[in-house]
């Protein structure tokens, strides 16, 4: 009798098809040769869900949309109970690449469809979701908005108040393609199993490592704040530095001490300032006030805590010396998310099975499988990124890195929703 690893091993992969699907999502939002802008609710995104779900269709599963817009596939299992769910997103940064969410619908779509080939109906319920605005790109503050609807995190209010550059609410753009913002609540599932997001890596450590694929450990706390150090503005030449309430020299500081100091704790904890304001923002003028973001991240709740503590002190000591006023405000607080030990042996067995050397990682940037992770356990396998390469048109990943991806993902998905 023919074993589970034989026949999935033995399958034709139809690599030149999975190719020209990866294409063909990619055109939609199409930009500069490789890139994709592609924002949630607008034509493209609408377009490129669509595709997924007729993709979907020619498999044999059943499509839905939620209240929200995520697109949903199942197949039902011949026994009652939870999904076991995978996927990710299509929206993308602009201009981002081709791989980026994309490529976690299209394993999780492959996967299943390539399983329910090979073993008709799973056990329990088996489910592809494509969720909606992951990356915040066209709504700045509705990061992870199809999940949050999913894991009940949406505030009612958000509809109108969140909106995108031109001043359009993002309740006005999900009516625009035929979403009820009323109803998002009903986008809310308390029937899910088990959540397994496939992703590339979007950084450079599997290419270190020389394997194609991870298994990630967890997702890194991310917590944005905004700071503003605020002094006196005033000439630049006639008034001298010895009585200058001066927020850039503070400034300087601040970004050296917090840079330097995750430098020192080494791998993972990072800090970034990204973004700067001055006001006023003149060559000859001492700026009244400084606004950045400190954005910092460690996937280790404890290491997390003392990154924090650390800044909090080096922000308050510059700001005392200086004599500078200074706030804070949390902007985005994501707490570190473990994934699932059993869904991690999962992974890990299933890659072995089929001769595919991994690693365990922590995920450095936020996903889906984070929000996910309020309702079920989460797993997520990394797919490695040419270069380490992400949120630009020259992301990349080999066919053979993403058929070793997906090869793990089916196989997993057999153990959780096929075996007794
Ligand atoms: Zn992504």
């Not at 377009?47 to 779900?53: H, M, S, Y």
């Not at 080096?314 to 869904?343: F, Y």
Request: with cysteine.
């Amino acid at each position: 009798m023919m074993n589970k690893l034989d026949k999935l091993n033995n399958f034709e992969f139809d690599v030149q098809k999975i190719k020209h699907m990866v294409d063909q999502l990619g055109s939609f939002g199409g930009c500069l040769q490789t890139g994709v802008s592609r924002t949630a609710y607008s034509s493209e995104w609408v377009l490129a869900q669509e595709c997924i779900a007729k993709w979907s269709r020619d498999a044999g599963l059943n499509v839905r949309f939620d209240t929200v817009g995520n697109l949903w596939a199942r197949i039902d299992g011949t026994e009652r109970g939870k999904a076991i769910v995978s996927g990710s997103h299509i929206d993308s940064q602009c201009p981002g690449g081709r791989f980026d969410g994309a490529l976690g619908v299209l394993s999780a779509l492959i996967a299943i469809s390539v399983l329910k080939e090979a073993y008709g109906s799973p056990r329990k319920p088996v489910e592809l979701v494509s969720f909606c605005e992951e990356e915040g790109s066209r709504f700045p503050n509705a990061g992870f908005w199809g999940s949050r609807a999913i894991v009940g995190k949406i505030d009612p209010n958000d509809c109108d108040t969140v909106i995108d550059s031109s001043g359009e609410s993002i309740g006005n753009a999900m009516k625009s393609v035929g979403f009820d913002p009323i109803r998002i609540a009903e986008a809310k599932r308390s029937d899910i199993a088990a959540f397994i997001e496939l992703h590339i890596e979007q950084g450079p450590i599997l290419e270190d490592a020389n394997l194609p694929i991870a298994i990630v450990s967890g997702i890194t706390h991310i917590r944005q704040t905004k700071v503003t150090l605020t002094g006196d503005s005033n000439h630049a030449g006639a008034f001298p530095m010895d009585i200058r309430l001066d927020p850039m020299a503070g400034f300087a500081e601040v970004v050296t001490r917090v840079i330097d100091h995750a430098q020192k704790l080494g791998r993972p904890a990072v800090t970034t300032i990204g973004k700067c304001v001055l006001d006023p923002n003149g060559a000859a003028i001492i700026p009244r006030s400084v606004t950045f973001t400190i954005d910092a991240r460690h996937p280790d709740p404890t290491c997390a805590a003392n990154l924090f503590e650390t800044h909090k002190k080096i922000l308050e000591e510059i700001a005392a010396r200086r004599n500078l006023s200074l706030e804070t405000m949390v902007q985005i607080d994501l707490p570190a998310c473990l994934s699932d030990h059993n869904l991690m042996q999962s992974i890990e067995l299933s890659a072995r099975e089929a001769g595919i050397k991994t690693m365990h990682m922590a995920s450095g940037a936020g996903h889906d499988a984070q929000q996910m992770s309020e309702i079920c356990p989460i797993a997520m396998i990394f797919v490695r990124s040419e270069g380490g390469r992400s949120h630009t048109p020259e992301e990349f990943s080999t066919i053979d890195d993403i058929m070793a991806g997906i090869k793990v993902l089916a196989g997993s998905l057999y153990d959780l929703a096929y075996k007794m």
